[in-house]
């Protein structure tokens, strides 16, 4: 039976949040501390080898851990920087609370963005990013969804929760915890000429009520999903707090066949028999790579990097754009809280051209909860200029709002992650480049014409009493109110990610791709292909889906070589 905590008390406890994770992270790190006495020891002695290393407990990582660990006979190591993840992370509610934690969040910054994310601090954007095993599935907003291009190459996803398949059974479980305006938004979609249908297969214009990685009012991630239910598996072996500095290259081949890492102080070196599988994310994937003499050559040598493999890695960065819409107020429902819908449109840029990755909608709207209250918090965990929020929502009551979130699904910009030296410390420097195609910006303006048409215009929001703020957004003052020019103003402020950093380390089409990044053609898990964009919609799925098949391929692979190896009269 489920009960629910008073909303004040919940308010009170996130106070005193950083101080509790703070407090279970030293203990967590000096429990594992202990704990790696023993292994530490040995390895004053001993070189360690395994049949794969896998370096990253993310979605991804936590998935190939499970996968390729499967087999009794491959020895697994799992080597993440982060510990386990804080018990606090299961409260869904605390998502927003928990970033900006240094214990359990990268918290990476962009170099400042020339003439977009004008009201952030600094014009950068600031990106989270998970530390510890689940990764960033420990931190992310939970929204999922299956997209249909993965129909292609992962037919059944098995998980420990049982045989889910793309329906969506199994793993996503709507929480149905905040109903409100969810019929408005599905009945004004359909006053528009939108069907209603289930977020997850194909992906159609339409609206839907969204799906959730929550189980039983806990968040689901792939630490729940893929790690925890196989941490006794004793061919498994996972190193935490172990930080990967180096992967080594066989001088004849450049073949990897080992890493470096430091844990707890030390350094050590690890060799793989068979495969070393990078899944540290879409920033720290390129960034170990780069570190290891894998990447753009002239790049490398400029930091004095040895050059081992020319190949564009940290290039073709993509990233969702989102801007946050509104606030619309509404007359009748009084509700502090938005809903939990989806609908995915196209703009008309997209409408009129007839290629093939335009097919599927490239703007999704996501339906927000707002509270003008809480202008202080949403400036301090966006990373927006102190007072920005404030000025814009002074004067709103905190019971009649809530925001449509427009969201660039298929962007054409592409930005770039670089080496800021050659320290594996140091952070990369990140460059999304923004709204550098000038169809993004186009695109994002067709969304938001869209978003305040449908929310003063249909008869379902109609009767609710919604219309757009009466306000301009601080910065745009100059422009007239919902014209184009005022979107384009308010959107190059409002400049936020979709958490979707991706293809960093494309996956190319053959050896001759001199556009892929990944120098295998299973290497990483950034790999989304550079031709091809980013699903429109949030990407967890995907990624746990791409590992999926990638343990597939690399098992079979080896399954292969094996057989093939036993029929030989010789020995290896
Ligand atoms: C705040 C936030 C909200 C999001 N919301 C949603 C959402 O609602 N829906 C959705 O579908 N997607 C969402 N996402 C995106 C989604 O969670 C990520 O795309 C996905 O988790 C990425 O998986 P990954 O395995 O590539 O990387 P990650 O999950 O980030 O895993 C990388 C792991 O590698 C570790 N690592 C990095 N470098 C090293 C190293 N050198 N040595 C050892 N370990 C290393 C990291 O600590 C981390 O644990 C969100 C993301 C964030 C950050």
């Not at 395994?50 to 851990?65: E, H, K, P, Q, R």
């Not at 006053?191 to 209603?196: C, D, F, K, R, S």
């Not at 202080?376 to 965990?381: L, R």
């Not at 910065?475 to 991706?502: I, P, V």
């Amino acid at each position: 039976m489920m009960f629910a905590i008073p909303r004040s008390v919940l308010t009170v406890f996130s106070k005193a949040l950083p101080i509790m994770v703070i407090s279970f992270a030293v203990w967590d790190r000096n429990r594992d501390f202990l704990q790696s006495q023993n292994v530490n020891n040995y390895l004053t002695h001993h070189i360690e080898e395994f049949d794969f290393i896998i370096v990253g407990a993310g979605s991804a990582g936590s998935v190939l851990a499970n996968r390729l660990s499967s087999n009794p006979d491959y020895r697994v190591l799992l080597l993440e920087s982060g510990g386990n993840p804080n018990p606090l992370q299961n409260v869904p509610v605390y998502f927003q609370s928990l970033l900006h934690i240094p214990e359990l969040d990268h918290g990476h910054y962009t170099v400042p963005q020339k003439n977009v994310c004008l009201a952030m601090r600094d014009h950068r954007s600031y990106w989270p990013r998970g530390l510890g095993l689940g990764g960033s599935s420990n931190l992310n907003v939970m929204n999922g969804r299956f997209d249909s291009i993965f129909k292609k190459i992962s037919k059944t996803l098995r998980t420990t929760m049982g045989s889910i398949t793309m329906d969506g059974q199994g793993i996503f479980v709507n929480t149905s915890a905040q109903e409100n305006l969810v019929d408005e938004f599905l009945k004004a979609g359909i006053e528009m000429g939108y069907p209603t249908k289930d977020v997850n297969g194909n992906q159609e214009p339409s609206f839907s009520r969204l799906d959730f990685s929550i189980k039983n009012g806990r968040r689901f991630g792939a630490y729940q999903g893929f790690l925890a239910p196989v941490l006794n598996r004793t061919n498994l072996h996972i190193y935490r707090f172990a930080h990967v500095n180096k992967i080594h290259l066989r001088k004849e081949t450049n073949r990897a066949y080992a890493v470096t890492y430091k844990r707890h102080g030390l350094e050590r070196f690890v060799r793989a028999k068979r495969e070393i599988i990078i899944s540290a994310g879409a920033i720290d994937s390129p960034k170990l790579l780069m570190l290891s003499g894998i990447g753009p050559k002239q790049h490398l040598e400029s930091l004095g990097i040895e050059c081992r493999i020319d190949l564009p890695v940290g290039k073709n960065l993509m990233d969702h754009i989102s801007v946050p819409v509104g606030p619309f107020i509404e007359g009748q429902l009084a509700s502090p809280i938005g809903a939990n819908a989806v609908a995915y449109i196209y703009s008309s840029l997209s409408k009129a051209r007839a290629d093939f990755w335009i097919k599927s909608p490239d703007i999704q709207l996501l339906l927000l909860p707002a509270n003008p209250n809480l202008h202080q918090t949403v400036e301090e965990v966006v990373g927006i200029k102190p007072g920005f929020i404030e000025k814009y929502l002074r004067g709103l009551n905190a019971k009649d709002i809530f925001m449509i979130n427009v969201m660039l699904g298929k962007p054409s910009s592409r930005g770039e992650i670089k080496l800021t030296s050659k320290h594996p410390w140091e952070n990369p420097i990140m460059d999304p480049k923004y709204f550098s195609h000038s169809d993004d910006i186009k695109r994002v303006v067709d969304g938001m014409n869209f978003t305040v048409h449908m929310a003063e215009n249909t008869e379902a929001f109609r009767n609710i009493g919604t219309r757009l703020i009466n306000k301009h957004f601080p910065g745009c003052e100059k422009y007239e109110l919902k014209t184009n020019s005022y979107y384009e103003c308010y959107a190059r402020h409002m400049t936020y990610t979709g958490y979707d950093q991706s293809g960093t380390c494309a996956m190319g089409y053959g050896p001759e791709d001199r556009n892929a990044g990944s120098s295998h053609k299973r290497g990483c898990v950034s790999w989304m292909p550079h031709i091809s964009e980013i699903p429109n919609g949030n990407i967890n799925t995907a990624v746990i889906m791409a590992a999926d098949k990638a343990s597939e391929l690399i098992l079979d692979y080896w399954t292969h070589v094996d057989n093939s190896m036993r029929s030989r009269p010789f020995h290896f």
